[in-house]
């Protein structure tokens, strides 16, 4: 009777010891099979296609992004990234600006060594990096540095993707190279234009659609939505501009 009574109460430990196992390990498989994903606040352009393919490509790598999309110009001002520093969209994540096709592997390494800076940069719109490297690119991958922005506006190289081509844009003096496009809207109330254009030589920049501000908004009343155009067009405190256009006759 006495060793009846033994083996059931050391049956009852068991269970208990058992239950407390699968209890404590239980969270701890939660908690790391679910890795919490890093805020991040861009600022867009709503027609900016490569845009919304860079934010796919933060989307894949543990990021959660929120989407404005009203332009990066006011935010890239009110974040302090220079000008000539700048691209097509900005973000913000935990305190640092992020211009441009910034590597999510980057903004990663950004967050855990927490440099005093103002952020990264990607300047321009280089083919290869995350957003500019679609099928519509082929094989191209220009080389491309990621820039990390001091307090004063300097710059070092953070991550080289090799070093930039040498810029093609035109001395002081010389014409701005003609590219053409199909004018796909209008947006006279912001200033704005989207092309689907050809190469753009001076900027380094493949086919594509590209939401352009213009250099003066008169422009717009030469063109409307579906023309033919010939245009120039050239960065202008770090936002592409369209400087001349006209529609094509032939």
Request: proline content about 7%; charged content about 25%.
């Amino acid at each position: 009777m006495q060793r009846r009574r033994l083996l059931k109460a050391l049956a009852g430990v068991t269970g208990l010891t058992s239950l407390a196992g699968t209890a404590f390990v239980a969270p701890t498989f939660a908690q790391t099979s679910t890795a919490a994903k890093i805020p991040l606040e861009v600022w867009k352009d709503p027609n900016c296609g490569c845009c919304g393919d860079w934010v796919t490509h933060l989307e894949a790598n543990g990021f959660a992004v929120r989407v404005n999309d009203i332009g990066n110009s006011a935010a890239r001002s009110r974040l302090g990234v220079p000008t000539q520093l700048g691209s097509c969209h900005t973000a913000l994540v935990a305190g640092y600006a992020i211009e441009g096709h910034v590597p999510a592997r980057e903004i990663r390494r950004l967050l855990k060594e927490r440099p005093q800076a103002v952020g990264l940069t990607v300047p321009g719109m280089p083919v290869g990096s995350p957003g500019m490297d679609g099928a519509i690119y082929g094989d191209r991958r220009d080389p491309f540095d990621v820039l990390l922005i001091a307090k004063d506006g300097s710059t070092k190289v953070f991550e080289s993707y090799n070093r930039p081509p040498q810029s093609q844009a035109p001395t002081q003096g010389q014409a701005l190279p003609t590219a053409q496009g199909e004018v796909r809207k209008v947006d006279k109330a912001t200033g704005k234009i989207s092309i689907r254009h050809g190469e753009i030589k001076n900027l380094d920049m493949p086919p594509m659609s590209m939401v352009f501000q213009v250099k003066d908004p008169t422009l717009l009343d030469k063109v409307k939505a579906g023309d033919k155009v010939r245009f120039t067009a050239d960065q202008v405190n770090g936002d592409y501009t369209v400087m001349s256009i006209e529609v094509r006759r032939d």
